[in-house]
């Protein structure tokens, strides 16, 4: 091996870890928050309805910043995206802190804004790069990452029930999350991979390259947004509500509405681990529909299940199937490396919109019918994602491609 090769082994391996590291600490910052959604509904003493505008607050800062995500990072690179987008989010948490000792919902408004497009800018940039770093290893990893999302989610949520059963409180909770997760995130990127890679270069300088936003015209990156949607809305609304709704549906505690979300999470963390071994043993397609279908039924055993325990196992289906339709979106858009990081964009986008935006929605819902009863909508969509899941079939046009297909190049 060159002394060259052996450099760029090297620096992959360093942004791998890296990659690693930076979805967990993401899905640790966001669980951070929604665990303890009901500690902040009755701190502020907010209904569903309430606590839904105010998670919609999240979803407006997100969908304002997503448009600019892609723009951003080509302009500073990945490693710089996610520094501004978790100085950001940590500054919007720190806020949120205040508010609640303030009691005062409009500044906590302002703070989850700010929330919002630190995620956006942060969950773009992570998925570009783990794209990339998929691509420079030929093999799928795309789902480990989103493994290590739901890790850091289920450790969040683990630490937000255990910090709600000794009476921790919440302002503290958030700013001492938030310190620490800024200066993680602002030294994790350093390992990236250079701001400028090869592809990028061909795409930027080549003089028939396609225009940017003209991945949004393309029928098959569409189609993968829609398969996205249904995956996303169904994590983003058990991310949001399950707990609240186990609290309001079945007569539990905060603490126990905190432990049904880390099973959810926790079953959606051990299929990303072990799903990327069925995806190149059975391909994509036939996979993603299993799981969509597991998802559904789940979340109809969770909404009818008379008990805790038959809600949990509705919980653990739930959150299996959910596992694996975003990290396989993204896989599918960067399956020729040309466009990757132009059709990422466009399914995190909308994979993006439907998590945060989605939610906050089925609050207004819920204090009509009840959130649990609420969460029957999703299910709609999960059925119209199933319809389109054919999209998600591997591309054969790179070496890459057909590596991750077959799973028989190794590093």
């Not at 948490?93 to 409009?106: G, M």
């Not at 039924?297 to 008990?307: D, K, R, S």
């Not at 054919?390 to 591309?395: I, L, M, N, V």
Request: charged residues 10%.
């Amino acid at each position: 091996m060159s002394p060259g090769t052996a450099h760029s082994v090297n620096a992959t391996n360093a942004a791998t870890t890296a990659t690693f590291l930076v979805f967990g600490l993401n899905g640790f910052v966001f669980a951070t928050w929604v665990a303890r959604i009901p500690s902040v509904a009755q701190t502020l003493q907010l209904d569903n309805s309430q606590i839904g505008a105010l998670l919609l607050l999240v979803a407006i800062g997100s969908m304002i910043a997503l448009p600019l995500a892609g723009f951003v990072t080509g302009k500073v690179g990945n490693g710089n995206a996610v520094r501004v987008g978790g100085v950001t989010c940590a500054g919007g948490a720190v806020l949120i802190s205040t508010a609640l000792l303030a009691t005062s919902v409009p500044l906590t408004g302002v703070g989850l804004f700010l929330f919002g497009i630190g995620v956006a800018l942060w969950d773009v940039a992570m998925n570009i790069e783990g794209a990339e770093v998929e691509r420079r290893r030929r093999r799928t990893i795309m789902p480990q990452f989103h493994a290590a999302f739901s890790g850091g989610a289920f450790v969040g949520a683990l630490v937000g029930a255990g910090l709600a059963v000794v009476g921790v409180a919440l302002p503290a909770h958030l700013f001492t999350v938030a310190l620490s997760s800024a200066v993680i995130a602002l030294l994790l990127p350093r390992l990236f991979l250079p701001i400028t890679t090869p592809a990028q270069q061909h795409e930027a300088e080549a003089p028939d390259a396609p225009k940017r936003g003209s991945a949004w015209k393309e029928p098959r990156t569409v189609m993968l947004g829609l398969v996205v949607l249904g995956a996303a809305l169904t994590e983003g609304a058990a991310n949001d509500w399950i707990a609240k709704a186990t609290v309001d549906g079945l007569g539990t505690d905060a603490a126990a509405g905190s432990v049904m979300f880390a099973v959810f999470v926790g079953a959606m963390t051990t299929f990303r681990f072990f799903g990327g071994r069925f995806v190149d043993r059975y391909g994509r397609v036939p996979v993603l529909r299993i799981s969509l279908a597991s998802a559904l039924a789940g979340l109809l055993i969770f909404v009818f299940g008379p008990n805790v325990w038959i809600c949990g196992f509705g919980a653990i289906l739930w959150g299996a199937g959910a596992a694996l339709g975003f990290p396989m979106g993204m896989s599918a858009a960067a399956d020729e490396p040309e466009r990757a990081a132009a059709r990422v964009a466009v399914v995190s986008t909308v994979g993006y919109t439907a998590f945060l935006a989605g939610p906050p929605l089925l609050g207004f819902l819920g204090d009509v019918v009840g959130i649990r009863t609420a969460l029957l909508a999703v299910g709609v969509v999960v059925i119209a994602s199933l319809l389109t899941v054919g999209s998600a079939a591997e591309r054969h046009h790179s070496q890459r491609s057909t590596a991750v297909e077959t799973g028989r190049t190794k590093d």
